[in-house]
């Protein structure tokens, strides 16, 4: 198994003043410049230790927003793929629906990839939906987008004969020709993320690394549906590392100190869901599936234990995440059983993204946390032995 320590790179200090959403209409007079350079400089701190005990490292991106100040994950990417030695580099993800140019984004990529000297891993997202305002796009043929931008990048990434040129509704370009080309060959892998089963198959079919987040022990029935897709079209069973999962993990020498830390990472799944209404469901963002169930008052961000309980995101209790296998909080023996046993859950995982730090948790619990993890629960998640892909397949 690998591990990639995540941080949205929050500025907790204005979560608690806000008028109703902490995303899009929030003034930026609330954010300190002075301030938010200090955050910053911890976080790349905190990436730098992360490198150093042999984790691996994720970023996303966000917009106009005081949970994640990470607006342009470029950035953050070109930063790392410089002052890191080892540690694979994850952008999930990057938002190439909202983006106006995709030529660019690949000549980004491709630079970050030879900066790095080969470290860096693609993840393709569609986007949150409370940014499509700020986007500028039409949700409608958001999703439509989403996979022309993802096929014209990769033809830019592969392309090394001679210039091609692209006309299409969304795109047109007379001549592509990506400067320097990629470090990996014939392109860094490929991740996405998707709380849908239909898309599931499709990544399946794909054969990307598919990433759910929070989505707890109902994970398994999106794994499922790309085992699926895999088996269709390449004939075997997709193995553990085309899986990934997003989970908070509190770690202490302590069950207590533990907890604490628990408390201060829950801040996040409280605070990620607060958005002004109108944000919240763009017209056309959501297919009419998804919308009936929201009008069911099934569409506040939610996770499943292994019994089936429900668990609002907003409103769990500690021990209520860790019921659904959204946090991994405990000792270092208790974290580690949690994660085996959410992986035998799910019949094989072989990526787990730590969010080992999240709102107001300080440096030096940040630190801790992911110290003790990487000495005392790491070494044994690399030996963890994955349940059998073909006999998974075969259920």
Aim: aromatic share 10%.
């Amino acid at each position: 198994m690998r591990v990639f320590q995540f941080t949205e790179q929050p500025y907790p200090d204005a979560w608690n003043d806000h008028n109703g959403s902490l995303r899009v209409n929030l003034p930026n007079r609330k954010l300190d410049p002075k301030h938010a350079a200090d955050l910053f400089e911890r976080y790349y701190d905190e990436w730098q230790l992360a490198d150093e005990l042999g984790l691996d490292i994720m970023l996303n991106e966000h917009h106009a927003t005081a949970t994640c100040m990470s607006a342009a994950v470029v950035v953050g990417m070109s930063v790392l793929a410089r002052i890191t030695k080892r540690a694979r580099l994850l952008v999930l993800g990057y938002p190439i629906a909202n983006r106006p140019d995709p030529l660019r984004a690949a000549e980004e990529l491709a630079m970050i990839d030879v900066i790095s000297r080969g470290r860096l891993e693609m993840g393709f997202v569609r986007g949150v939906p409370q940014e499509v305002p700020i986007a500028n796009m039409n949700p409608v043929f958001q999703s439509d987008r989403f996979w022309e931008a993802h096929d014209f990048i990769m033809k830019a990434l592969t392309s090394h004969d001679e210039p091609f040129n692209w006309e299409s509704e969304n795109f047109n370009y007379r001549h592509v020709n990506v400067w320097p080309r990629c470090y990996q060959q014939p392109h860094p892998p490929v991740w996405s993320t998707t709380g849908s089963t239909q898309t599931a198959i499709k990544l399946g079919g794909y054969g990307y690394v598919m990433a759910t987040l929070g989505t707890g022990y109902d994970t398994r029935r999106l794994y499922d549906a790309y085992r699926k897709g895999y088996t269709q079209k390449f004939g075997t069973a997709a193995p553990a590392d085309r899986f990934g999962y997003l989970g908070f993990v509190a770690i202490g020498h302590t069950e207590a100190e533990a907890r604490r830390r628990g408390e201060l990472i829950a801040t996040y799944p409280r605070s990620s869901a607060i958005v002004f209404a109108p944000f919240r469901n763009p017209p056309g963002y959501l297919s009419m599936e998804d919308n009936v169930r929201m009008l069911k008052g099934e569409g506040k961000p939610r996770s499943y234990t292994k019994d089936g309980r429900v668990i609002e995101m907003a409103k769990g209790s500690v021990q209520d995440l860790i019921d659904a296998g959204v946090l991994f909080c405990g000792t270092p023996d208790q974290v580690y059983d949690q994660i085996k046993d959410f992986v035998g859950h799910c019949g094989g995982m072989g990526n787990l993204l730590m969010m080992g730090h999240a709102g107001p948790m300080s440096h030096e619990d940040t630190v801790e946390n992911l110290t003790i993890f990487a000495k005392e629960v790491y070494p044994r998640l690399k030996e963890l032995r994955q349940p059998d892909p073909i006999a998974i397949a075969a259920e």
